[in-house]
């Protein structure tokens, strides 16, 4: 089964930026979906961005135009621009990916803490 690794994660201030990577074991070219999903203390996980394979991307309300998720097929890697935080994007970052009917495969997370 594919391994996720994901990477990036640290503290900053708000209005800052990070980038965070998750690398695949293997080719994520034919991948039904890509997502990062987050969960914050207390609360449920929640999607942050999703790309399908015809690359349609989608990103949540709260992460819409700070934002931007894209992929690097040769290196087996996607990522996610993190632009403008807030302290409310402060969690546990997660990267996953979907094939087949039901098919899925979650990366240990990444740690991201944004500081007021």
């Known amino acids: 089964q594919v391994q996720l690794v994901e990477s990036g994660g640290g503290l900053v201030q708000a209005g800052g930026s990070l980038r965070l990577s998750c690398a695949a074991s293997e080719s994520i070219f034919s991948f039904k979906a890509m997502g990062w999903y987050r969960q914050a203390p207390g609360k449920q996980l929640e999607l942050v961005a999703r790309v399908v394979i015809s690359g349609h991307t989608i990103y949540s309300d709260s992460v819409k135009g700070r934002f931007t998720m894209s992929r690097d097929n040769a290196k087996n890697t996607v990522y996610l621009e993190m632009n403008s935080l807030k302290p409310e994007d402060t969690a546990v970052y997660y990267c996953?990916?979907?094939?087949?009917?039901?098919?899925?495969?979650w990366g240990q997370g990444t740690q991201v803490t944004v500081s007021a």
């Open positions: 996953a990916v979907e094939w087949g009917v039901a098919g899925s495969a």
